[in-house]
């Protein structure tokens, strides 16, 4: 957690950091990752047959060796958009025989070269765990349910035996499972009523678990500041005596919401993300308000916030059935790197966050025929992931604001907006870090420095100018290493995301 003081613009700015106030611990699942069928993602980013880059799976190596220095504990599959009409036993089986298919959210065709098996696989490759979305579109509960037994089955059952079949005896184990995504939008193929949807989510929640009780079970939110949250929520958390639910553990596990943000102009783009801490704050606060409603008793699990789909993503720009591929620059690194401070000051209600997406669809790692590319966004990730671990622990920093205009226009009256965007952690190897980004594109900005001691490591990632890139053959945005003795006051760069490491 960090609080903020607002000072006048002549003060010297001041970061209070105490290593010794634990707040919360973080869930490394905030560093998960999202693969959806859509543009090059999966075909021609994670797979790739007969490229010399890729392995006798057509998995490609070069993006698996990169995804794993990011650690990723967990990737949603296989969308987003994509789920609501599709058929996962479409995707199973001799591939000569699987049918291809009109895919209705990107307005492709779905070769279902690339199914269940095939993502579970590289999931063991890569060392991180699935996490499934289940079709609320044009999908029966028959098939959920089938497609938990196909992963889980450890019976003598239909699904199961067929996963035998194709060449896996273990139950793979899918541990997460949405229910459904995005159903409140307009593009949503059987876009549905909140009530429409509390419903179905209730009795496919129940199903599922009967099926499996340890199953995590994720329920569709929108952007976690609407009523469409309120109301499932409402509707779904419900106590285990309920008349509604014979249930013997928790239906919902988890409330997931989704943040897109972007704007040309620097100073709107970084400050964006602050609209994911307020719709964090507003999600936590519609929990308990479901649960005190529903009078669930305190001994029930109180879910905690997926944040399954974050991102810097302009849908104008990078249109999503063109691909969405996204140039970022520094400006859109220094956003991401806010978009995580946030997940480490509430760490406290997240279970789970997801970037989206992973490999070339708005994502901080792209790929062509020969090699790949680490996008300007994929810095500030990999230093986060590297470092932000353990415990959030309290931090101050007193400073002067930003006083201008913020997209979503609301993040004006709902945050503040200061120069200096803060998070710091300890790890459990006994290591403090503090992120901090100096949003300002015209200042450096010196501040007194309360908590680092020793030799300080410091890690800089910055440029020439907000819109620098590491697309179109540019290679402009990295990480810099450097040391600082903790004395004196530290000059944090304009523009720049600088990660303090010490030892405590
Ligand atoms: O990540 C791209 C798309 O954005 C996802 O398919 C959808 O859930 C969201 O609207």
Not at 282 to 308: G, K, Y
Request: with cysteine; proline share 6%; glycine share 6%.
């Amino acid at each position: 957690m960090t609080t903020f003081t607002k000072t006048a613009d002549d003060e010297t700015p001041v970061i209070s950091i105490d290593a010794h106030k634990r707040i919360s611990r973080i869930n490394p699942n905030i560093y998960s990752g999202f693969t959806e069928h859509m543009g090059r993602c999966i075909y021609g980013g994670i797979y790739d047959p007969g490229n010399p880059l890729s392995d006798e799976n057509g998995f490609r190596k070069d993006v698996i060796e990169a995804l794993k220095e990011l650690n990723i504990p967990v990737v949603r599959y296989p969308g987003g958009n994509f789920c609501a009409t599709y058929h996962w036993t479409d995707g199973i089986g001799p591939k000569e025989e699987r049918p291809a298919r009109p895919e209705l959210a990107w307005l492709g065709t779905e070769t279902n070269q690339f199914g269940t098996n095939e993502f579970l696989k590289w999931c063991e490759i890569l060392g991180t765990e699935p996490y499934f979305c289940l079709n609320f579109g044009t999908g029966t509960l028959d098939e959920a349910l089938a497609w938990v037994e196909y992963c889980n089955g450890t019976s003598d059952t239909y699904y199961a035996n067929l996963r035998r079949k194709y060449g896996r005896e273990k139950p793979y184990n899918v541990k997460y499972w949405a229910l459904g995504n995005e159903t409140w939008g307009p593009w949503q193929v059987e876009q549905m009523t909140k009530e429409a949807y509390a419903h179905k989510a209730y009795q496919w929640a129940k199903a599922l678990k009967l099926l499996d009780p340890s199953l995590i079970l994720i329920l569709c939110g929108q952007d976690g500041t609407s009523s469409w949250d309120y109301y499932t929520l409402k509707s779904c958390l419900l106590p285990l005596n309920s008349p509604l639910s014979t249930s013997a553990v928790p239906l919902i596990d988890m409330h997931s919401i989704h943040l897109y943000t972007s704007s040309s102009s620097h100073l709107k783009n970084v400050t964006a993300p602050l609209a994911a801490e307020r719709a964090i704050e507003i999600t936590s606060s519609l929990i308990d308000l479901a649960m005190i409603e529903n009078r669930v008793p305190p001994t029930q699990l109180r879910p905690t916030i997926c944040f399954d789909e974050w991102n810097v993503w302009d849908p104008i720009r990078a249109e999503g059935s063109k691909g969405a591929e996204e140039s970022y620059t520094l400006s859109d690194a220094l956003a991401v790197a806010v978009f995580l401070n946030v997940f480490i000051r509430k760490s406290k209600d997240l279970g789970m966050a997801c970037i989206a997406q992973s490999v070339n669809v708005i994502s901080p790692l792209m790929t062509s025929k020969d090699g790949i590319t680490k996008q300007t966004t994929w810095w500030p990730l990999l230093l986060f992931s590297k470092y932000m671990r353990g415990w959030t622990i309290g931090a101050h920093v007193s400073c002067s604001t930003y006083e201008g205009p913020t997209s979503p226009e609301w993040v004006r009256f709902a945050k503040e907006t200061p120069w200096l965007d803060v998070s710091a952690s300890i790890g459990d190897d006994g290591y403090a870090n503090a992120a901090i980004v100096n949003i300002r594109d015209d200042n450096d900005i010196d501040a007194k420095l309360e908590g680092p001691s020793g030799l300080v490591s410091v890690f800089t990632i910055s440029a020439g100018s907000v819109s620098a890139t590491n697309m179109k053959g540019k290679q402009e945005v990295s990480i810099k290493e450097s040391t600082w003795d903790a004395t004196g006051k530290y000059l944090f760069p304009r523009h720049s995301l600088t990660l303090l490491r010490w030892r405590v």
